[in-house]
């Protein structure tokens, strides 16, 4: 069973949310403050947070932010329905994806469910080219292990950001538009989308510098330029 972590001051929220969780096989654990939320994630064995916007102590665009410098859960934002800048500002910070209040909870499972698929590796039986390991000039990708290397340096990756490197690393030189990595990393549609492919491409460039490997062709989209090495 996943267990899932809510962490939003709604007290009347987590009761009715857990039980409609666990009809997903989810075990979704609430925490009314941000302190309490952070420590829980400390103490490991989640599987996925959501985070409200609206928080007493701090924000959770600032929760975000610390819960990125010490790990890659997959995180989904609650945000105001209609503002757009919380769910870009979200993004930008790590979020994996956000859910617009007021939500149904379907639609937040569903959520979750993707993110949760998203960070586990297909096996090597199902999918071999997936999980073949791809070295390039400075740059090495593991599928299996979902790990980065830099310049011999091992990179923290948010599970969005690996997925998109890793799907222009499988065939690097191609051009991919943002409808195809859209539909290739999300499966199914959100109005920021397509703007999100930005804040995650520019992400990616920040943490792979001083590599200079994602390229975008005007109005076509992106690719990755480096060469590539036997594994």
Request: glycine content about 6%.
């Amino acid at each position: 069973m996943h267990r899932i972590l809510l962490i939003d001051d709604d007290a009347q929220l987590g009761g009715p949310l857990a039980a409609y969780f666990a009809r997903f096989d989810m075990q979704l654990v609430c925490a009314l403050r941000p302190g309490a939320g952070l420590e829980l994630i400390r103490q490991g064995g989640l599987d996925a947070a959501i985070l409200d916007v609206m928080l007493p102590e701090m924000d959770g665009f600032a929760l975000c932010r610390l819960i990125r410098k010490e790990s890659d859960i997959p995180i989904i934002m609650l945000t105001a329905r209609g503002e757009v800048m919380d769910r870009v500002v979200g993004l930008e910070l790590g979020a994996d994806d956000y859910v617009p209040k007021p939500f149904e909870p379907r639609e937040l499972v569903a959520r979750v469910q993707t993110v949760l698929r998203r960070r586990v590796a297909p096996p090597a039986a199902i999918a071999p080219p997936d999980t073949a390991r791809l070295v390039f000039d400075g740059l090495v990708l593991d599928p299996v292990t979902r790990s980065v290397q830099r310049q011999g340096e091992l990179l923290e990756l948010t599970s969005t950001e690996f997925d998109l490197l890793h799907l222009l690393a499988r065939e690097a030189g191609r051009v991919f538009s943002r409808d195809d990595i859209l539909s290739r990393l999300r499966g199914h549609e959100a109005e920021l989308y397509t703007r999100a492919v930005d804040i995650v491409v520019s992400r990616l460039r920040k943490k792979l510098e001083p590599l200079d490997c994602i390229k975008t062709l005007r109005n076509a989209g992106y690719s990755l330029a480096l060469g590539r090495r036997p594994a």
